[in-house]
C-alpha cells in the first residue's frame, strides 16, 4: 500500500515551485541532482565496514587535513551529478583547491553554482558516527551564456537561494531550506525516495543542550570561557540545567540543535586565531537554514550570512542556534569586545 499523504523530495518541490510565478523548476532540478548523490553516498556509508572504503586515502585536502576514501568517494559523486545536470554552472568543494567551472553549452546557461563539503565528520567514518554533506547554493553573477567565475563563488551567504545538509545516521535524512522554510526528507529505504517527514521546521527559541569542543576550553577567550561556565551551572531558576553533547560532526550537532533547540559553538583558539570551520562549506549554509527556522547564527560581532568572503575557504568562529542561546552568547561576546 502506497500512502499517498506522504509526498516524496520530487513531488514537494514540484508543488513548491508550482506556487512561484515563471519558476524555471531549475532549482527543483538541483536540488533533485543533489538527492541522487545523496543516495550514492548512503549506499557506501552503510556497507564501509564491509568494503575497503574506510581508513585514509593517503592525501592530504587544501584544509591540511587527511582524506579519507569515503572522502573521495563523496566527492566525486557530488561533483558527477551536478555536472552531468542541467542546472549548475560550476561547483567549490572543501576537498578542491580551486572552483570547478563546467564550461559547456548546457552548464554556461545555468543560473546556480554550488558549494559542498562533500563528507562532513569525516574523522568520525572509522567509528560509525553521524556524518553527513553539507551544500549552499548560489545564483550567479556573472553573464549567463558564458563560463561561470570565482565571482559567483565569492558572496555573501546571504546571497544563498537554498542551503541543506545530509546527516547519514540512524536514519538518512535531507535538509533544505529556502527563503519559502525549511524542511526535512527521510530515505525510505523500499523505495528509494526521500519523503517529507520534517515540514515546515522551526527552531525552538531555547534549548537544554549546547554543543562546544571542551577540549579547547584553555584556549577561548575568557568571556567565551565566561560564557560556558554560566551553562554548566545553569539552575531551574534561570532557564537550566543544560546539557552538553559535542559528536565532532557539524551535521550531527547541527540537526540536533535545529529540531531540539540549543546552542552550537566554535569559537576561536590559541591554535585557530581565525576560527576553524569553513565560511562557505559548513557556517554559511547553516546559518541559512537556522535563520530561515527563526534562529540566529553569529561570528562573534556580526551575522555570519553578512560576512563577505575574501576566499573560498575562509574560516570564522560561529555560535548558532536557538535565538535567546545565541543572544544570551553574544551579550558575553560582545561585552569583552
Do not use: W
Not at 180 to 195: A, H, K, Q, W, Y
Not at 200 to 216: A, H, L, Q, T, W
Not at 316 to 324: L, Q, T, Y
Amino acid at each position: 500500500m502506497i500512502n499517498r499523504n506522504i509526498l516524496t523530495l520530487d513531488e514537494f518541490t514540484i508543488r513548491q515551485y508550482r506556487k512561484i510565478p515563471n519558476a524555471s523548476g531549475e532549482l527543483s532540478a538541483l536540488l533533485r541532482d543533489i538527492s541522487l548523490a545523496a543516495k550514492r553516498i548512503n549506499v557506501e556509508v552503510n556497507k564501509a565496514g564491509l568494503v575497503d572504503i574506510l581508513g585514509d586515502a593517503n592525501v592530504t585536502n587544501v584544509q591540511g587535513e587527511q582524506v579519507k576514501k569515503l572522502d573521495v568517494f563523496s566527492n566525486n559523486q557530488m561533483i558527477g551529478v551536478l555536472k552531468h545536470g542541467i542546472s549548475c554552472a560550476g561547483i567549490a568543494s572543501e576537498e578542491l583547491d580551486d572552483i570547478v567551472i563546467f564550461d559547456d553549452d548546457v552548464s554556461n546557461k545555468s543560473k546556480y553554482v554550488v558549494m559542498f563539503d562533500p563528507l562532513d565528520g569525516s574523522s568520525n567514518i572509522d567509528t560509525n558516527v553521524s556524518i553527513g554533506t553539507i551544500f549552499g547554493v548560489y545564483r550567479r553573477v556573472s553573464e549567463l551564456g558564458k563560463p561561470c567565475s570565482v565571482d559567483d563563488f565569492l558572496q555573501p551567504g546571504i546571497k544563498q537561494v537554498a542551503a541543506g545538509y545530509i546527516v547519514y545516521g540512524s536514519s538518512t535524512m535531507l535538509v533544505y531550506a529556502t527563503r519559502r522554510g525549511v524542511n526535512g526528507f527521510t530515505l525510505d529505504p523500499s523505495i528509494g525516495e526521500f519523503c517529507l517527514s520534517h515540514p515546515d521546521i522551526i527552531c525552538p527559541e531555547d534549548g537544554k543542550i549546547y554543543s562546544v569542543n571542551g577540549g579547547y576550553y584553555s584556549q577561548y577567550d575568557t568571556s567565551v570561557k565566561k560564557y560556558i561556565d554560566i551553562l554548566q551551572n545553569k539552575t531551574k531558576e534561570n532557564g537550566g540545567p543544560l546539557t552538553q553533547r559535542f559528536t565532532g560532526s557539524m551535521v550531527a550537532d547541527l540537526h540536533r540543535t535545529l529540531i531540539k533547540g540549543g546552542i552550537f559553538m566554535y569559537p576561536l583558539t590559541t591554535d585557530n586565531p581565525n576560527g576553524k570551520l569553513r565560511l562557505m562549506y559548513e557556517c554559511n549554509p547553516f546559518a541559512f537554514i537556522i535563520e530561515i527556522a527563526n534562529g540566529m547564527a553569529l561570528n562573534g560581532t556580526q551575522r555570519i550570512l553578512d560576512v563577505q568572503p575574501s576566499n573560498i575557504h575562509q574560516r570564522v568562529p560561529i555560535f548558532i542556534g536557538s535565538k535567546n542561546l545565541v543572544k544570551e552568547c553574544l551579550s558575553y561576546v560582545a561585552e569583552k569586545k
